[in-house]
């Protein structure tokens, strides 16, 4: 009953390939997010989704192209992938609650580690 | 924008001891939420304690609490009774309302545990 989970949890692809990673949520929440971290642990935010909508998209590559089919999933389609785009990648969501108030606290997936040869 | 500092990039602490790890931000806005994150070698990002920023009473989860300094604009962790399994790297954040906008983490301080 894992509450956020990501698929595949590591990923080896050589350069200029397109690749995916999965992302569902079982919580019920209605906003998603992706976060890169680089080799020095540095976690940024990359993408954020509130009820299927893009709500944040931070100075990432148009080569980062997030889908979200429903509130419950996010997953994160990358093209033509380069040596840089070596990472780990976080999927996490949170919940609005009723009135409006955000309870902002971020459930985070386990990872996936992306290595590009 | 919003910036997160925490000065001490290791640490270490004996198991059963207390140990304060630092964090400061800078922000101009009045509303906001700290927190902080805990990253095992598994890698899974796990919620350690929040605070909001509207409350003057310092956040506490069992042996976690914080030292919450709005004016200083200070937020630092204390861990109390360590243990060998709250080795981690432990990353100070700061959020904003709503939906996540100015999520940003500080670039972390790796805590390590010794029997």
């Known amino acids: 009953d894992t509450a956020v989970s990501q698929t595949p949890k590591y990923l080896v692809t050589q350069m200029g390939n397109d690749k995916s990673i999965k992302c569902e949520q079982n919580?019920?929440?209605?906003?998603m997010y992706w976060y890169k971290q680089d080799s020095k642990k540095f976690l940024k935010i990359m993408f954020s989704?509130?009820?299927?909508?893009?709500?944040i998209n931070e100075t990432v590559p148009n080569r980062f192209s997030p889908k979200s089919p429903d509130k419950a999933h996010l997953n994160l389609h990358i093209n033509s992938l380069e040596l840089g785009d070596s990472a780990v990648y976080f999927c996490?969501?949170?919940?609005?609650?009723?009135?409006?108030?955000?309870?902002?606290?971020?459930?985070f997936g386990p990872g996936t580690r992306l290595l590009v040869l | 924008a919003q910036t997160v500092t925490q000065s001490q990039p290791e640490m270490s602490v004996q198991e059963a001891e207390t140990v304060t790890l630092s964090c400061t931000y800078d922000t101009s806005e009045n509303n906001y939420y700290l927190f902080w994150y805990k990253q095992p070698p598994s890698r899974q990002m796990i919620l350690v304690i929040r605070q909001e920023a509207y409350k003057q009473q310092n956040a506490t989860e069992n042996r976690f609490s914080v030292n919450f300094q709005k004016a200083a604009k200070s937020f630092s962790l204390k861990i109390s009774d360590s243990q060998l399994g709250d080795t981690a790297m432990y990353f100070c954040a700061f959020m904003k309302h709503p939906y996540g906008q100015n999520f940003v983490f500080g670039p972390g301080t790796r805590l390590s545990v010794l029997p």
């Open positions: 919580l019920g929440h209605d906003t």
């Open positions: 989704y509130n009820n299927k909508e893009l709500i």
């Open positions: 996490a969501s949170s919940q609005e609650l009723a009135g409006g108030l955000q309870d902002l606290t971020q459930y």
